[in-house]
């Protein structure tokens, strides 16, 4: 289980640990996938499988993000300006990949390399509405790229359940070059699959726990169907 936005934390090496934003604009999800670190634990626990957790907020520098994305180091995200990447230069952007972006990665390739077989379980989580657009209807949703090897059991059993709204590459395409599964996954050629839980049904620790719950089953599932 990977989680890359499991924290909002800035570290002190950045700008003294203040981004500049309102405490409010640090607990949304623009600053760390809200409930996300709490269901991978879950699942991790459920399927008894090792996780690994950012402690870095995206606004930091994003670990989900290849080195060469323009959206690696955010200024504007859903209305709220970052004032301490504002006039964020390449060197800065390259102290911070330094310090939190590679270590992150560095600590995933060291874990695939230590086990046998290794699948890769993304868990992110969305906000049901940016400002201005329209509602997410989605509860969860399942991202994937080429390979489909996990990621169509999953939905095939996600589907099944009759309370959900289950998203095929929604709300975000599972296609994103360089990104943390493309890096690690598709470019290694292993198994893999992106679970994103709409973050208004994980805003506590029981829900997390819950969903987790609920997914490590059908996750277990998945990939004892797969052709893995």
């Known amino acids: 289980m990977t989680c890359d936005h499991a924290s909002n934390r800035v570290p002190p090496e950045v700008a003294?640990?203040?981004?500049?934003?309102?405490?409010?604009?640090?607990?949304?999800?623009?600053?760390?996938?809200?409930?996300?670190?709490?269901?991978a634990r879950a699942l991790a626990e459920a399927l008894d499988a090792p996780v690994i957790l950012s402690d870095f907020s995206r606004l930091v520098?994003?670990?989900?993000?290849?080195?060469?994305?323009?959206?690696?180091?955010?200024?504007?995200?859903?209305?709220?300006?970052?004032?301490?990447?504002?006039h964020a230069d390449a060197a800065e952007v390259e102290r911070r990949l330094e310090l939190f972006h590679r270590p992150y990665h560095r600590g995933i390739e060291r874990l695939l390399a230590a086990r046998p077989d290794p699948v890769i379980v993304a868990v992110h989580s969305f906000t049901p509405q940016f400002v201005g657009r329209p509602p997410r209807p989605w509860h969860v949703g399942v991202l994937y790229a080429g390979d489909t090897r996990l990621a169509y059991p999953l939905l095939a059993r996600l589907n099944a359940e009759p309370d959900?709204?289950?998203?095929?590459?929604?709300?975000?395409?599972?296609?994103?070059?360089?990104?943390?599964?493309?890096?690690?996954?598709?470019?290694?050629?292993?198994?893999?699959?992106?679970?994103?839980?709409?973050?208004?049904?994980?805003?506590?620790?029981?829900?997390?726990?819950?969903?987790?719950?609920?997914?490590?089953?059908?996750?277990?599932?998945?990939?004892?169907?797969a052709e893995v």
């Open 164 to 225: 959900l709204c289950v998203g095929d590459n929604q709300p975000y395409s599972g296609h994103l070059p360089g990104d943390a599964l493309d890096r690690h996954g598709v470019q290694r050629g292993l198994p893999h699959v992106l679970v994103e839980v709409r973050n208004d049904l994980i805003g506590t620790a029981e829900e997390q726990r819950a969903w987790g719950l609920r997914l490590a089953p059908m996750l277990d599932a998945a990939l004892r169907n």
């Open 61 to 86: 520098i994003d670990p989900n993000r290849g080195e060469d994305d323009p959206t690696l180091c955010m200024k504007i995200y859903d209305g709220s300006i970052i004032p301490a990447n504002r």
């Open 16 to 39: 003294g640990g203040d981004l500049g934003l309102p405490p409010e604009d640090m607990a949304r999800h623009i600053a760390y996938d809200v409930g996300a670190a709490g269901v």
